[in-house]
């Protein structure tokens, strides 16, 4: 569904992608993680059509961008609502941009807001609603249409809980119907709960891609071992041997032991992207 390829884009001295390719197939949730400044705002934009590439393609459902905007559903980082427009006329507005009309338009919105516990608010103005509440209706305007491709950045920056299983709850089901969706975030425990597969960008390019599992295998784990006296942790991809050997060596009475699998914030650190430009 999304094919780039190779994209590069230079901000005056900035190299913002160097080189940044990434398929994400249709049903697919491709979690996009990196550092602040990696990139990815960037590589949104561009596959979203609001920025051309110095060179590399960008194709989805096999053509440009611009050419299949309709397909195409975007959640950008920033808050952009019209304030003096309401939660509904938001949804109208993207709906009707989109083809839908009348009954369907109608339908989709009643569905959409209860899938985002926005109905509540659907007749208030964007510019009286909370953080959470603008964050809803921002993604909701991307998803009203049913879009083919989901571009999501950063969705759930600064949203409360509820707000961001509601987000996620909408996300997962959209991939189950056939979407394909390209989520950022710097939440990664989120990702697990997306059944997502990761690309991990640093400096301009995407350094890792696969499966969560295929990504985390090979990487160390921790093991705990509190005492009376003390507590021990080590790194390890033998947890088994590392535990004895701890309690082994540990001074006092053990008092409590703790295996932990590695999980995306090891493979973050291990890939050391955490450096801010
Ligand atoms: N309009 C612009 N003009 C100049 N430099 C820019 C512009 N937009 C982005 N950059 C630079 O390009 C690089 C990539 O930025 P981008 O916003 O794509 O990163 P990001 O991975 O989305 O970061 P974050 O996690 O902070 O949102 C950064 O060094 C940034 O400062």
Redesign the pocket.
Known sequence: MLEATDLTKK??E?Q??AGFSLSVAAGEICGLV????????????MVSGLLKPDSGAVLVDGVPPHETRGEIGISP?HIALYRPLTVREHLELYGRLSGLRRKALKAEIEELATAMQLTSFLERRAGLLSGGQQRRTQAATALIHRPKLLLM??PTAGADPETRQALLDVVKQRADEGAAVVY?T?YLTELADLKASIAV?SH?KVIARGSSAELLDGLPGEVRVRTTDHEYHRATTDPTAALLELIAHAQGTVESVELRNPDLDDLYRSLAVSDV?
């Open positions: 901000y005056d900035v913002a992608l990196g550092h602040n400044g990696a990139g990815k705002t960037t590589f949104v934009d980082q950045d950063e950022t710097h960008a301009g430009h």
